[in-house]
């Protein structure tokens, strides 16, 4: 058995995070970045957007939705994206629990990676946001959207019904 092997198989596996439990992380940080301080945006309420803008006319491309996050295809979500972070890296022993999660934008939780909170915040120090009115007070990264496209629509996949039950929808 090959190093990468043995070491896959002595990883051990975290489960899928339960929606609902998604959903708090992001509220109780006001769906903003923990890392960067900046809003983070739902993927699945781009998707329902995308699809909205098809299904009006528009005809010519549109990069708000892509499945996988390319930068190509989904330049806000390849940036911001709403993700969950563990604030000590479940691989170097951190909790797998509600107390060791943060929202995190997609480009910070790849950056941090499993690095140290200290040291990630060393490496790559968080730059104030300069907004002239304070910190957003409303934000909700797209949720709401969703959950008024989403209802209206019968090709929901399995895991879009899902997060509208954790939104409270």
């Known amino acids: 058995m090959d190093t990468i092997a043995i070491m896959a ?21 006001g769906w903003l970045c923990r890392w960067c301080h900046r809003p983070v945006v ?6 329902l957007l995308q699809e909205l803008a098809r299904e009006r006319g ?15 295809r989904a330049p806000l979500l390849d940036h911001l994206g709403a993700v969950v972070d563990h604030v000590e890296a479940f691989s170097r022993g951190g909790a797998h629990d509600e107390a060791n999660f943060v929202t995190a934008c997609n480009k910070c939780n790849a950056r941090k990676n499993n690095v140290r909170v200290d040291e990630f915040q060393r490496a790559v120090p968080a730059r104030p946001v300069k907004g002239k009115y304070g910190e ?7 949720s709401a959207l969703f959950r008024l496209l989403a209802p209206s629509r019968d090709d929901l996949s399995a895991s879009e019904k899902e997060w509208l039950r954790a939104l409270g929808g």
Request: hydrophobic residues 35%; glycine residues 4%; charged residues 35%.
């Open 9 to 29: 198989a002595r990883r051990p596996t975290r489960p899928a995070l339960p929606y609902d439990l998604q959903v708090r992380v992001f509220r109780n940080d």
């Open 42 to 47: 739902f993927a699945p309420a781009l998707r």
């Open 58 to 72: 528009h005809r010519g491309p549109l990069a708000y939705h892509d499945a996988r996050w390319r930068r190509d």
């Open 136 to 142: 957003p007070e409303a934000w909700d990264g797209f």
